[in-house]
């Protein structure tokens, strides 16, 4: 059983910076996109980065590029969301997530063929 640990999330004002761990464990991700999605209250929940099987090639959407950067120690099959210059926008439980097959980005999907973390608020006041 996959089981994914989100840590690092908390209140930051805008413009400060966080860091997100998830540790994956239960089963082998070596092969396997990892990423990070966002969710508000009453909205879907929204892909921000992932990273692919050989910790080098990611994907973000375009609202973080230039400002999280997404990375992963594939030697303990944790990833990590460094996010600079916040905004209250980012404000969102966020959510890690690891594909059930080695596949490709996970940006698109189906949430059911994904493992997810419990979630970790992030709150960037103004």
């Known amino acids: 059983q996959a089981q994914l640990a989100e840590s690092g999330g908390g209140l930051v004002q805008a413009g400060g910076s966080l860091k997100l761990s998830c540790a994956a464990s239960?089963?082998?991700?070596?092969?396997?996109?990892m990423g990070w999605f966002r969710q508000t209250p009453g909205a879907k929940r929204e892909f921000v980065a992932d990273?692919?099987?050989?910790?080098?090639?990611?994907n973000y959407v375009d609202s973080v590029k230039g400002r999280f950067t997404i990375s992963r120690d594939t030697a303990t099959d944790t990833i990590y969301l460094s996010m600079n210059s916040l905004k209250p926008e980012d404000t969102a439980v966020y959510y890690c997530?690891?594909?059930?097959?080695?596949?490709?980005?996970?940006?698109?999907?189906?949430?059911?063929?994904?493992?997810w973390g419990k979630g970790t608020l992030v709150t960037v006041s103004s």
């Open positions: 997530a690891a594909d059930t097959l080695p596949y490709s980005s996970i940006r698109c999907r189906r949430h059911d063929m994904l493992d």
């Open positions: 239960g089963r082998s991700f070596s092969s396997h996109t």
């Open positions: 990273i692919l099987g050989d910790g080098r090639s990611t």
